[in-house]
């Protein structure tokens, strides 16, 4: 029997995926291993392979499915990392409970203010963490802790524990009475809200179209409902300051296409040097120039496409008054009673032609 009809009885025999078996094989598993029921990826070896009581394990992931420990296969390898066996490492719970709660503070070195938090972690653990979610930007508030460690460097900031209880439910009462003990609450301090529990923030008040709203969570309520979008686009609109987007244009609606606007912009061009449709000596009303909805409204549309936005008296400059949508034919008579030369002095040959016939 050949080699390929062997190994296809075998998978038939066991029950396996022939070609998922070949292309174990294919990708450089032995045949011993491909052949395994149930073997899977996570058994190869890897750079996280680890020894625990004597065992030899091809990576981590598969250790902790192994043994299934309390802790994460990540806390795991940060506390091998730092020094702790194996065995100590995978037998460690990570939240012991409230029989080691500790409230510490957080100072910055710098500035003196400070942040004051519970934690039944170890300390040292609880600090990385701060480190791991001010690089994340887990909370991006300007007035956090994360934020000033991110500004100032972690070596700006000192940690160290101010009090421990061993009594179920007294941690949270510890922080809420440190945190009015040490003043650490915003603005004075780093903490955002009065203690006692895990997440909120103190409520800041602020203002939307001339209305105050005493938390920024009724005013991203308030957007959402007077703009008809969903709480997460009123929350990005109210942190970027832009309560009012206004929507694209659809196509072939868009305002710097429309006649009225390239007109609108020819004016900047008029009184630059640098363009070539530079006027010497012709000034624009600056209501004007600053401002094309304020221009729009006090010379309307143009009344046809062959149209144009010209001076009448072309001796003046566009200002109110001496300003109209004119077609071709009416802005060359308007240049003729001006007595006004075209093109840079040069006068076209049907200029000339009409001033002779009068």
């Avoid at 032995?30 to 020894?51: C, D, F, M, P, W």
């Avoid at 409230?103 to 701060?130: A, C, F, N, P």
């Avoid at 659809?250 to 007109?263: I, M």
């Avoid at 030369?341 to 076209?348: A, C, D, I």
Wanted: aromatic content about 8%; some cysteine.
């Amino acid at each position: 029997m050949r080699k390929k009809d062997s190994l296809k009885e075998e998978c038939r025999r066991r029950g396996l995926n022939y070609w998922r078996v070949q292309k174990r094989i294919y990708n450089g598993m032995s045949r011993e291993k491909a052949l395994q029921h149930g073997y899977v990826r996570g058994q190869k070896n890897t750079a996280t392979a680890i020894t625990v009581h004597g065992i030899r394990y091809p990576n981590i992931a598969e250790a902790v499915r192994e043994l299934k420990p309390k802790a994460s296969a990540t806390s795991i390898l940060r506390w091998i990392r730092k020094g702790m066996s194996p065995e100590d490492a995978f037998a460690k719970d990570p939240k012991p409970g409230f029989a080691n709660g500790i409230i510490y503070k957080v100072t910055q070195l710098s500035t003196g203010r400070l942040y004051v938090g519970q934690t039944v972690m170890e300390l040292d653990d609880r600090w990385q963490k701060h480190c791991e979610d001010a690089d994340k930007g887990t909370i991006s508030s300007e007035d956090s802790l994360h934020h000033a460690m991110r500004e100032s460097g972690k070596g700006d900031f000192r940690i160290e524990p101010i009090a421990k209880t061993n009594r179920p439910g007294e941690l949270g009462a510890l922080e809420i009475r440190w945190i009015d003990k040490l003043r650490t609450l915003y603005p004075d301090g780093f903490n955002l809200n009065r203690g006692g529990s895990s997440g909120g923030s103190l409520k800041q008040p602020v203002d939307i179209d001339g209305k105050r709203f005493d938390s920024h969570g009724a005013g991203v309520k308030y957007i959402s409902e007077t703009r008809g979008i969903s709480i997460s686009a009123a929350k990005k609109r109210l942190e970027k300051g832009r309560i009012d987007v206004k929507k694209p244009a659809k196509p072939g609606e868009s305002r710097v296409k429309s006649k009225e606007y390239k007109a609108w912009s020819l004016l900047k061009d008029y009184t630059s040097p640098a363009s070539k449709a530079y006027l010497p000596g012709v000034d624009v009303h600056p209501a004007w120039r600053e401002d094309f909805d304020v221009w729009l409204g006090e010379v309307g549309t143009a009344p046809t496409p062959q149209h144009r936005f010209v001076r009448i008296d072309k001796r003046l400059g566009f200002v109110p008054g001496n300003c109209a949508w004119m077609t071709s034919k009416e802005d060359t008579s308007a240049r003729l009673r001006s007595g006004q030369k075209l093109f840079n002095g040069v006068q076209p040959r049907h200029v000339l032609a009409a001033r002779a016939s009068k």
